[in-house]
């Protein structure tokens, strides 16, 4: 299985994630030619005027700046990103990852600011650069065919960003909280949003006093890292280093490794808790509603059993499965939503294989694809099953015809 692991020995921004991926071997002709899939950048539009990447060394190391071009495109809230995100030409995989990342950058900033996410003004991070970040990132990564993220603990720096600016200290519109005319950037580091969007994560400060990671930073790592800690059993096929542009007596590098996982028995066992209540007197529409929730909340498995209970009571035996981190909000949900008065928990082991979803194109159009793999080998593979019914829904044929007649096809593109 391919993985990358995020070196934040020196903290990590969206541009020094983009800069690495550049240095380990990401073309930027590849990068420019996938960025104009955001239809605000103008097709035409020379390279050189969207970004420019820089070699510089520091301390006989060799490392790239990647700088997006000053320019007036400013987004700043949520429906606007959105909006901008679905109208793109990149994959259905790929636009998901990216709202993902979007939705927890503004829930942090909704909720450091006090409003709703809906009327979240990023102001800073408003500017086209904070989309062309995200993007670049996962460009990287699908570039590389990444599967999996392992991350160090986050350096954060240290003390109080001292701004020059004269901003109002609340950015989100219609905020209950009163304005005044502070420094916008007298934040403590690390920022707000920042440390809202690192909560259970594993954090540090090397006492650099600078802010080392930022609130794009902590969303791509917050959304798209798996584990945090030690460098896996791996063999590296790529390295790249990422420089950020903040002058400093010691610069800001983000180092990436990217390579194949040696994986055994032993490492593919995950520890998770086993959640589970029986409940015999709950609306049974509610559980589509509790369901949503838990999956919101982290849960990654959540399923029904019917039993009996005493008096030969029908029954329902809710389950969930989540890391150990999601217990509370997991249990207090399940408390808040169902009529539960009691709930077990159990550590198990979890034991998979590995999982990949792609395009693929086909004469039907293109479907999302799950392949099971094992050591790189697929074992089985499986149909997305909402593209197939818009599929079907658009042609007006048969679901279970098009189900087959598409399992065989790409079947045959294995086999080839």
Known sequence: ?????????????????????????????????????????????????????????WSHLRATQFITVENKI???????????????EFSEIIKEKIMKILEKLFKAESKVHGNCIENVHLHELSNIDTLIDICGCLVGLEYFGVNKIYSTPINVGLGINLGNRKKPTIRAKGSQLKEGGQNYNNFPIPAPATIELLKNIPIFSSGQKMELTTPTGAAIVATLCDEFGDIPLMKIEHVGYGAGTRSNKTP??????????????????????????????????????????????????????????????PAINLNVLCKEEKKEEIINAIFNETTSSGIRVKSVDRITLDREIKDIKTKWGVV??????????????????????????????????????LTSEIGEMIND
């Open 368 to 405: 999302r694809v799950k392949f099971i793999k094992d050591g790189g080998k697929i074992r089985n593979f499986s149909l997305e099953y909402d593209d197939c019914e818009k599929i079907a829904s658009q042609y007006g044929i048969s679901l279970l015809n098009l189900m087959s007649e």
């Open 252 to 313: 800001s590098i983000f180092r990436i490794l990217i390579g194949e996982e040696f994986l055994n028995l032993d490492n593919r066992v995950e520890k998770l808790l086993h959640i589970e209540t029986n409940i015999d007197d709950l609306n049974p529409q509610v559980y589509g509603f509790v369901f949503n929730r838990l999956f919101a909340l982290g849960a990654l498995d959540v399923y029904l059993n019917n039993i009996i209970m005493k008096k030969q009571r």
């Open 1 to 57: 299985m391919k993985v990358a692991y995020f070196d934040c020995f020196s903290g990590i921004s969206g541009d020094m994630i983009v800069a690495a991926f550049i240095n380990a071997g990401l073309p930027s002709e590849y990068l420019f030619e996938e960025l104009k899939k955001i239809k605000l950048i103008n097709s035409k539009l020379p390279k050189e005027d969207l970004f420019i990447t820089k070699e510089i060394a």
């Open 74 to 88: 400013r987004i700043e809230r949520y429906d606007e990103m959105k909006k901008i995100v679905n109208e793109s």
